[in-house]
Protein backbone atom coordinates (compact mmCIF):
# COMPACT_ATOMS: atom_id res chain seq x y z
CA UNK A 1 0.00 0.00 0.00
CA UNK A 2 1.16 3.55 -1.21
CA UNK A 3 0.29 6.17 0.96
CA UNK A 4 1.08 9.88 0.62
CA UNK A 5 1.63 11.38 4.38
CA UNK A 6 0.64 15.25 4.48
CA UNK A 7 2.16 17.44 7.88
CA UNK A 8 1.07 21.34 8.61
CA UNK A 9 -0.14 21.31 11.61
CA UNK A 10 2.57 23.91 12.72
CA UNK A 11 5.50 25.63 10.81
CA UNK A 12 6.43 22.82 8.93
CA UNK A 13 5.14 21.75 5.83
CA UNK A 14 6.44 17.81 5.16
CA UNK A 15 4.65 15.35 2.23
CA UNK A 16 6.10 11.70 1.86
CA UNK A 17 4.98 8.31 0.25
CA UNK A 18 5.32 5.40 2.49
CA UNK A 19 5.05 2.21 0.80
CA UNK A 20 4.13 -0.85 3.46
CA UNK A 21 5.33 -3.50 0.83
CA UNK A 22 9.06 -2.45 1.14
CA UNK A 23 11.01 -3.64 4.25
CA UNK A 24 11.73 -1.18 7.04
CA UNK A 25 13.27 2.17 5.80
CA UNK A 26 13.05 1.44 2.39
CA UNK A 27 9.38 2.26 2.89
CA UNK A 28 10.30 5.54 2.99
CA UNK A 29 10.07 5.99 -0.98
CA UNK A 30 10.71 9.91 -0.31
CA UNK A 31 10.21 12.75 1.94
CA UNK A 32 10.81 16.41 1.77
CA UNK A 33 10.31 19.24 4.42
CA UNK A 34 9.74 22.56 3.73
CA UNK A 35 10.41 25.06 6.92
CA UNK A 36 8.89 28.27 7.85
CA UNK A 37 11.19 28.90 10.07
CA UNK A 38 12.66 32.18 8.43
CA UNK A 39 9.30 33.54 8.05
CA UNK A 40 7.93 33.72 11.61
CA UNK A 41 11.50 34.53 12.52
CA UNK A 42 11.29 38.19 12.65
CA UNK A 43 8.19 37.50 14.99
CA UNK A 44 10.07 35.69 17.67
CA UNK A 45 7.67 32.78 17.58
CA UNK A 46 4.93 30.75 14.90
CA UNK A 47 2.25 33.34 13.61
CA UNK A 48 -0.88 31.28 13.21
CA UNK A 49 -2.40 32.93 10.31
CA UNK A 50 0.76 33.36 8.38
CA UNK A 51 1.65 30.02 8.64
CA UNK A 52 -1.68 28.60 7.13
CA UNK A 53 -0.69 31.04 3.83
CA UNK A 54 2.38 29.11 3.38
CA UNK A 55 1.51 25.97 3.55
CA UNK A 56 -1.35 26.58 0.85
CA UNK A 57 1.73 28.26 -0.97
CA UNK A 58 3.85 25.19 -0.70
CA UNK A 59 1.98 22.09 -0.02
CA UNK A 60 1.35 21.45 -3.66
CA UNK A 61 4.38 21.96 -4.94
CA UNK A 62 5.95 19.91 -2.31
CA UNK A 63 3.33 17.10 -3.19
CA UNK A 64 4.14 17.05 -6.86
CA UNK A 65 8.07 16.97 -5.52
CA UNK A 66 7.69 14.18 -3.22
CA UNK A 67 5.77 12.42 -5.64
CA UNK A 68 8.46 13.08 -8.70
CA UNK A 69 10.90 11.44 -5.93
CA UNK A 70 9.28 8.75 -5.56
CA UNK A 71 9.17 8.14 -9.55
CA UNK A 72 5.04 7.52 -8.89
CA UNK A 73 2.85 9.21 -10.03
CA UNK A 74 -0.89 10.47 -8.27
CA UNK A 75 -2.56 7.16 -9.42
CA UNK A 76 -0.14 5.71 -7.62
CA UNK A 77 -1.30 5.99 -4.36
CA UNK A 78 -3.21 3.91 -2.45
CA UNK A 79 -4.09 6.10 0.25
CA UNK A 80 -3.84 9.36 1.95
CA UNK A 81 -2.63 10.19 5.37
CA UNK A 82 -2.76 14.07 7.18
CA UNK A 83 -2.22 15.34 10.44
CA UNK A 84 -5.68 16.18 11.60
CA UNK A 85 -4.63 17.64 15.26
CA UNK A 86 -3.03 18.46 17.96
CA UNK A 87 -1.77 21.86 16.21
CA UNK A 88 -2.87 25.67 14.44
CA UNK A 89 -6.42 24.67 13.60
CA UNK A 90 -5.56 27.03 10.23
CA UNK A 91 -2.16 25.35 9.28
CA UNK A 92 -4.22 21.06 9.80
CA UNK A 93 -7.45 22.62 7.99
CA UNK A 94 -5.27 23.11 5.10
CA UNK A 95 -3.16 19.67 4.70
CA UNK A 96 -6.64 18.18 5.67
CA UNK A 97 -8.34 20.07 2.78
CA UNK A 98 -5.98 18.90 0.35
CA UNK A 99 -5.95 15.52 1.71
CA UNK A 100 -9.43 14.73 1.68
CA UNK A 101 -9.77 16.89 -1.86
CA UNK A 102 -6.72 14.12 -3.09
CA UNK A 103 -8.02 11.14 -1.39
CA UNK A 104 -11.57 11.89 -2.73
CA UNK A 105 -10.62 12.47 -6.74
CA UNK A 106 -8.41 9.42 -6.44
CA UNK A 107 -10.97 7.35 -4.83
CA UNK A 108 -9.11 6.11 -2.75
CA UNK A 109 -9.23 5.91 1.65
CA UNK A 110 -8.06 8.75 3.49
CA UNK A 111 -6.95 8.78 7.92
CA UNK A 112 -6.44 11.57 10.12
CA UNK A 113 -3.22 10.90 12.13
CA UNK A 114 -2.39 12.23 15.66
CA UNK A 115 0.94 14.16 14.90
CA UNK A 116 2.43 13.03 18.37
CA UNK A 117 1.38 9.71 17.37
CA UNK A 118 2.82 10.27 14.48
CA UNK A 119 6.40 11.35 16.24
CA UNK A 120 5.93 8.05 18.74
CA UNK A 121 5.58 5.57 15.68
CA UNK A 122 8.35 7.45 13.67
CA UNK A 123 11.52 5.06 14.99
CA UNK A 124 9.54 2.09 13.97
CA UNK A 125 9.92 3.45 10.04
CA UNK A 126 14.25 2.30 10.83
CA UNK A 127 15.55 -0.80 10.49
CA UNK A 128 15.33 -3.66 13.11
CA UNK A 129 12.13 -1.72 15.11
CA UNK A 130 11.39 -2.52 18.43
CA UNK A 131 8.35 -4.34 19.30
CA UNK A 132 5.34 -3.10 21.36
CA UNK A 133 5.20 -3.04 24.70
CA UNK A 134 7.61 -0.30 25.23
CA UNK A 135 7.91 3.12 26.80
CA UNK A 136 7.97 5.99 24.69
CA UNK A 137 9.36 9.21 25.37
CA UNK A 138 8.25 12.39 23.35
CA UNK A 139 9.91 15.51 23.81
CA UNK A 140 9.11 18.14 21.33
CA UNK A 141 8.07 21.84 21.48
CA UNK A 142 4.83 21.69 22.55
CA UNK A 143 5.07 18.56 24.19
CA UNK A 144 6.94 16.36 27.10
CA UNK A 145 5.50 13.22 27.79
CA UNK A 146 6.22 9.42 28.80
CA UNK A 147 3.79 7.22 27.49
CA UNK A 148 3.27 3.24 27.79
CA UNK A 149 2.96 1.92 24.59
CA UNK A 150 0.91 -1.42 25.51
CA UNK A 151 0.34 -1.91 21.54
CA UNK A 152 0.53 -0.08 18.82
CA UNK A 153 -2.66 2.75 19.20
CA UNK A 154 -2.75 2.02 22.77
CA UNK A 155 -1.73 4.99 25.26
CA UNK A 156 -1.20 5.18 28.70
CA UNK A 157 0.26 8.87 29.60
CA UNK A 158 2.55 7.90 32.58
CA UNK A 159 4.01 11.50 33.09
CA UNK A 160 3.80 15.18 31.23
CA UNK A 161 5.39 18.71 31.65
CA UNK A 162 3.40 20.69 34.05
CA UNK A 163 4.63 23.48 32.24
CA UNK A 164 7.05 24.44 29.32
CA UNK A 165 7.70 21.27 27.23
CA UNK A 166 11.72 20.34 26.73
CA UNK A 167 12.12 21.92 23.19
CA UNK A 168 9.99 25.41 24.49
CA UNK A 169 12.67 25.44 27.49
CA UNK A 170 15.38 24.92 24.61
CA UNK A 171 14.00 27.94 22.54
CA UNK A 172 13.37 30.42 25.70
CA UNK A 173 16.66 29.48 27.07
CA UNK A 174 18.37 30.22 23.65
CA UNK A 175 16.32 33.51 23.54
CA UNK A 176 17.49 34.85 26.94
CA UNK A 177 20.80 34.56 25.91
CA UNK A 178 20.30 36.16 22.86
CA UNK A 179 20.17 33.45 19.87
CA UNK A 180 17.71 33.63 17.31
CA UNK A 181 14.87 32.04 16.76
CA UNK A 182 14.04 28.85 17.15
CA UNK A 183 17.17 28.45 19.61
CA UNK A 184 16.60 25.21 20.54
CA UNK A 185 19.43 23.27 18.11
CA UNK A 186 21.71 26.56 18.27
CA UNK A 187 22.02 26.21 21.78
CA UNK A 188 22.57 22.68 21.12
CA UNK A 189 25.57 23.35 19.12
CA UNK A 190 26.80 25.79 21.65
CA UNK A 191 26.64 23.34 24.45
CA UNK A 192 29.27 21.17 22.25
CA UNK A 193 31.83 23.74 23.25
CA UNK A 194 30.83 24.60 26.82
CA UNK A 195 32.33 22.66 29.56
CA UNK A 196 30.67 20.78 31.90
CA UNK A 197 29.67 21.94 35.67
CA UNK A 198 31.19 25.47 35.39
CA UNK A 199 27.09 26.22 35.48
CA UNK A 200 25.28 23.53 37.63
CA UNK A 201 21.35 24.35 37.48
CA UNK A 202 18.68 21.96 39.31
CA UNK A 203 16.99 18.73 37.95
CA UNK A 204 13.80 19.81 38.25
CA UNK A 205 11.16 16.94 40.44
CA UNK A 206 13.73 14.50 40.16
CA UNK A 207 13.67 14.83 44.14
CA UNK A 208 10.67 13.62 44.43
CA UNK A 209 8.10 10.45 43.08
CA UNK A 210 6.84 10.53 40.15
CA UNK A 211 6.86 11.19 36.34
CA UNK A 212 5.74 14.47 35.30
CA UNK A 213 8.53 17.64 34.77
CA UNK A 214 8.44 20.97 34.80
CA UNK A 215 11.35 23.07 32.88
CA UNK A 216 9.82 26.80 33.32
CA UNK A 217 12.33 27.14 36.37
CA UNK A 218 15.27 26.09 34.68
CA UNK A 219 15.18 29.10 32.61
CA UNK A 220 14.85 31.42 34.97
CA UNK A 221 17.40 29.76 36.63
CA UNK A 222 19.63 30.66 33.39
CA UNK A 223 18.56 34.40 32.85
CA UNK A 224 19.88 35.28 36.51
CA UNK A 225 22.85 33.35 35.51
CA UNK A 226 23.75 34.70 32.47
CA UNK A 227 22.69 38.50 33.91
CA UNK A 228 24.92 38.10 36.42
CA UNK A 229 27.90 36.77 34.00
CA UNK A 230 30.85 38.54 31.92
CA UNK A 231 28.35 37.46 28.88
CA UNK A 232 31.25 36.36 26.67
CA UNK A 233 31.18 33.46 24.31
CA UNK A 234 32.79 31.19 26.25
CA UNK A 235 29.98 32.42 28.89
CA UNK A 236 27.27 31.68 27.14
CA UNK A 237 28.63 27.79 25.48
CA UNK A 238 29.32 27.06 29.29
CA UNK A 239 25.63 27.78 30.55
CA UNK A 240 24.41 26.12 27.45
CA UNK A 241 26.35 22.83 28.41
CA UNK A 242 25.13 23.29 32.05
CA UNK A 243 21.75 23.86 30.91
CA UNK A 244 21.71 20.90 28.74
CA UNK A 245 22.91 18.72 30.90
CA UNK A 246 20.11 19.76 33.28
CA UNK A 247 17.59 18.82 30.96
CA UNK A 248 19.35 15.28 29.24
CA UNK A 249 19.78 14.34 33.22
CA UNK A 250 16.13 15.18 33.92
CA UNK A 251 14.44 13.31 31.32
CA UNK A 252 16.71 10.26 31.76
CA UNK A 253 16.12 10.37 35.50
CA UNK A 254 12.71 10.23 34.46
CA UNK A 255 13.05 7.78 32.06
CA UNK A 256 14.65 5.10 34.00
CA UNK A 257 11.47 5.61 36.28
CA UNK A 258 9.31 4.85 33.43
CA UNK A 259 10.82 2.02 32.28
CA UNK A 260 10.68 0.34 35.89
CA UNK A 261 6.83 1.57 36.21
CA UNK A 262 6.02 -0.23 32.87
CA UNK A 263 8.35 -3.10 33.66
CA UNK A 264 10.08 -2.85 30.33
CA UNK A 265 13.51 -2.42 29.36
CA UNK A 266 12.54 -1.28 25.88
CA UNK A 267 12.41 2.75 25.56
CA UNK A 268 11.38 5.09 22.39
CA UNK A 269 12.05 8.24 21.78
CA UNK A 270 10.85 10.91 19.61
CA UNK A 271 10.07 14.73 18.64
CA UNK A 272 12.48 17.63 18.04
CA UNK A 273 14.54 17.10 21.34
CA UNK A 274 14.82 13.69 19.76
CA UNK A 275 17.79 14.78 17.73
CA UNK A 276 19.96 15.98 20.53
CA UNK A 277 23.40 14.01 20.90
CA UNK A 278 23.64 14.30 24.30
CA UNK A 279 19.93 13.05 25.21
CA UNK A 280 20.34 10.09 22.43
CA UNK A 281 24.07 8.79 23.74
CA UNK A 282 22.62 8.96 27.06
CA UNK A 283 19.43 6.91 26.68
CA UNK A 284 21.23 4.62 24.62
CA UNK A 285 23.57 3.76 27.55
CA UNK A 286 20.53 3.82 30.11
CA UNK A 287 18.52 1.30 28.14
CA UNK A 288 21.73 -0.55 27.53
CA UNK A 289 22.57 -0.76 31.48
CA UNK A 290 19.38 -1.93 31.64
CA UNK A 291 19.58 -5.12 28.81
CA UNK A 292 17.42 -3.29 26.69
CA UNK A 293 17.56 -0.78 24.21
CA UNK A 294 16.49 2.96 23.25
CA UNK A 295 15.24 3.85 19.46
CA UNK A 296 15.24 6.13 17.90
CA UNK A 297 14.06 8.09 14.02
CA UNK A 298 17.28 9.48 12.25
CA UNK A 299 17.67 13.14 13.33
CA UNK A 300 15.50 14.58 10.15
CA UNK A 301 13.04 12.80 11.17
CA UNK A 302 12.81 13.77 15.14
CA UNK A 303 11.59 17.23 13.82
CA UNK A 304 7.83 17.30 12.39
CA UNK A 305 7.93 15.83 9.02
CA UNK A 306 4.94 14.01 6.50
CA UNK A 307 7.27 10.56 6.97
CA UNK A 308 6.14 9.62 10.09
CA UNK A 309 2.07 10.33 8.91
CA UNK A 310 2.72 8.54 6.04
CA UNK A 311 3.84 5.48 7.82
CA UNK A 312 1.36 6.38 11.24
CA UNK A 313 -1.35 6.38 8.44
CA UNK A 314 -0.24 3.46 6.41
CA UNK A 315 -0.89 1.68 9.41
CA UNK A 316 -4.56 2.28 10.32
CA UNK A 317 -5.54 2.70 7.07
CA UNK A 318 -4.23 -1.08 5.92
CA UNK A 319 -5.98 -1.93 9.91
CA UNK A 320 -9.03 -1.01 7.80
CA UNK A 321 -9.55 2.59 9.62
CA UNK A 322 -10.50 5.45 7.22
CA UNK A 323 -13.27 8.45 7.72
CA UNK A 324 -15.89 10.20 5.51
CA UNK A 325 -14.86 12.28 3.43
CA UNK A 326 -15.63 15.17 5.80
CA UNK A 327 -12.37 18.01 6.32
CA UNK A 328 -12.59 17.74 9.94
CA UNK A 329 -9.78 18.50 12.79
CA UNK A 330 -9.12 17.80 16.00
CA UNK A 331 -6.31 20.76 17.26
CA UNK A 332 -6.80 19.60 20.83
CA UNK A 333 -6.50 15.78 20.88
CA UNK A 334 -5.87 13.30 23.79
CA UNK A 335 -3.75 10.18 22.43
CA UNK A 336 -5.04 8.18 25.14
CA UNK A 337 -8.61 8.20 22.80
CA UNK A 338 -7.18 6.97 19.57
CA UNK A 339 -8.20 3.35 18.83
CA UNK A 340 -6.07 0.74 18.44
CA UNK A 341 -4.66 0.01 15.26
CA UNK A 342 -6.16 -3.43 14.01
CA UNK A 343 -8.28 -3.46 17.16
CA UNK A 344 -12.17 -3.18 17.32
CA UNK A 345 -13.18 0.67 16.60
CA UNK A 346 -15.12 0.74 19.56
CA UNK A 347 -13.82 4.57 19.29
CA UNK A 348 -14.24 6.49 16.12
CA UNK A 349 -11.03 8.50 14.31
CA UNK A 350 -12.26 12.15 14.29
O1 LIG B 1 8.80 17.93 17.00
P1 LIG B 1 9.15 19.30 16.59
O2 LIG B 1 9.80 19.50 15.25
O3 LIG B 1 7.92 20.25 16.58
C1 LIG B 1 6.86 20.13 17.47
O4 LIG B 1 5.95 19.31 17.22
O5 LIG B 1 6.95 20.85 18.49
O6 LIG B 1 10.10 19.87 17.74
C2 LIG B 1 10.70 21.13 17.65
C3 LIG B 1 11.45 21.40 18.93
C4 LIG B 1 11.93 22.85 19.05
O7 LIG B 1 11.60 23.33 20.32
C5 LIG B 1 13.43 22.73 18.84
O8 LIG B 1 14.15 23.74 19.50
C6 LIG B 1 13.72 21.37 19.42
O9 LIG B 1 12.62 20.57 19.01
N1 LIG B 1 14.99 20.80 18.91
C7 LIG B 1 16.08 20.55 19.68
C8 LIG B 1 17.07 20.02 18.82
N2 LIG B 1 16.56 19.99 17.55
C9 LIG B 1 15.29 20.46 17.64
N3 LIG B 1 16.27 20.69 21.00
C10 LIG B 1 17.47 20.31 21.48
N4 LIG B 1 18.47 19.82 20.74
C11 LIG B 1 18.33 19.65 19.40
N5 LIG B 1 19.34 19.16 18.67
ZN1 LIG C 1 5.97 17.73 16.26
Redesign the pocket.
Known sequence: MRVLGIETS?DETGVAVYDTALPGSAGLRAHAVYSQIALHAEYGGVVPELASRDHVRKLLPLIRQTLAEADLKLEDLDGVAYTAGPGLVGALLVGAGVARSLAWALEVPAVGVHHMEG?LLAPLMEDDPPAAPFVALLV???HTQLVAVDEIGSYRLLGETLDDAA??A??KTAKVMGLPY?G??QL?ALAETGRPGVYKFSRPMTDRPGLDFSFSGLKTQVMLAWRNSDQSDATRADIARGFEDAVVDTLAIKCHRALDAAGSNTLVVA???G??KRLRAKLHDIAGKRGGRASFPRPALC??NGAMIAFAGALRLQAGQSETAAVKVTPRWDMATLPVVGGHQDQPLP
Do not use: K, L, R, Y
Open positions: CHSGGGEFDPGPAGGVANTD
